[in-house]
């Protein structure tokens, strides 16, 4: 059974940067999309930012583009989020999740496993 675990969540200055890490066990990401997902206290959870499993194309919402790259690492069942020029509305609980085999990333229910998230806090 695949499952995901994230970590590199933390406290960070408005500013500052955090790289999150998607770890996988029990199975591959080869070939599965994966996604960024967060949710901030009171909000409804929102997709961040995903990474195709076939061809490495990426999408981001409008109000993290340019500060966050998401990445893949195949060998290492690992995905990657880099959040730079971090800002106060960037806090949230950020989860990572996979995209069944044969589902779209444009869709959240294609997407079938998810990880337990992890806190990310940007505050002075």
């Known amino acids: 059974q695949l499952q995901l675990v994230e970590s590199g969540g933390g406290l960070v200055q408005p500013g500052g940067s955090l790289r999150l890490s998607c770890v996988a066990s029990?199975?591959?990401?080869?070939?599965?999309?994966i996604g960024w997902f967060r949710q901030a206290p009171g909000k409804t959870r929102e997709g961040v930012s995903s990474i195709s499993g076939s061809d490495g194309s990426t999408y981001y919402i409008s109000t993290v583009k340019g500060r966050f790259t998401i990445s893949r690492d195949n060998a290492r069942n690992t995905v990657y989020l880099q959040m730079n020029s971090l800002k106060t509305d960037d806090t949230a609980v950020y989860y990572c999740a996979a995209v069944r085999p044969g589902g779209s990333w444009s869709y959240v229910h294609d997407y079938d496993i998810w990880g337990q998230g992890t806190q990310v806090t940007v505050s002075a």
């Open positions: 029990g199975g591959t990401l080869d070939y599965r999309d």
